[in-house]
């Protein structure tokens, strides 16, 4: 049985930084990409960020890019996510999901298992 889990959100100032993280277990971690998905409320869920199998080709979302980073350590099967200099904007649910396919769009139509969420709330 594959399960991600989120861990890491949390209430923080606007400015400050979190990093999450996302622990699979059920699968081979190292052969799947890996990305992060966020849903505000009364919005839909929107593409932060994906990572390949290898930990390069990072791709991020114009609204991240620059301040928050993807990476991965396969052998402890997490993926992370830093997130600095948060906005208001950035509160939401943060996703997990995991690809067998080598991918780096934005569609969650590619990943096949998603993490229950962490939620991250910025206050301004």
């Known amino acids: 049985q594959v399960q991600l889990v989120e861990s890491g959100g949390g209430l923080v100032q606007a400015g400050g930084s979190l990093r999450l993280s996302c622990t699979a277990s059920g699968l081979t971690f190292s052969t799947y990409t890996m990305g992060w998905f966020r849903k505000a409320p009364g919005k839909g869920r929107e593409f932060v960020a994906v990572?390949?199998?290898?930990?390069?080709?990072?791709y991020y979302a114009d609204s991240v890019k620059g301040r928050f980073t993807i990476s991965r350590d396969n052998a402890k099967n997490t993926v992370y996510l830093q997130m600095n200099r948060l906005k208001s904007e950035d509160t939401a649910v943060y996703f997990c999901?995991?690809?067998?396919?080598?991918?780096?769009?934005?569609?969650?139509?590619?990943?096949?298992?998603w993490g229950q969420g962490t939620q991250v709330t910025v206050s301004s």
């Open positions: 999901a995991a690809s067998r396919h080598d991918y780096r769009g934005t569609a969650e139509d590619p990943y096949d298992y």
């Open positions: 990572v390949s199998w290898s930990g390069t080709l990072p």
